[in-house]
């Protein structure tokens, strides 16, 4: 997989206690893995796929949850 640098993410909910909620956040993954989290101008990050998501949803990974509890997030959302 290589690294990804998602970047742009306005609001980050990271389920850490140190971290907590993360705004203006970048992710840096390697090898499948999150090695680094922060806030501002995003690391360099030689050689990575970068991804803007400044215009998208991002969600801790809900694993082993029960399958419906992501429509919690588009109740009385119009269409």
């Not at 140190?18 to 992710?27: P, S, T």
């Not at 803007?52 to 009385?76: A, K």
């Amino acid at each position: 997989m290589g690294k990804v640098l998602l970047h742009g993410i306005r609001h980050l909910v990271t389920m850490d206690e140190k971290l907590g909620e993360v705004r203006d956040a970048w992710v840096l993954i390697e090898d499948k893995e999150i090695r680094s989290v922060g806030s501002g101008p995003p690391p360099a990050a030689r050689g990575a796929k970068k991804i803007d998501l400044s215009r998208h949803l991002v969600t801790p990974g809900f694993v082993n949850c029960h399958h419906h509890f992501y429509q919690t997030l588009t109740r009385n959302v119009p269409a």
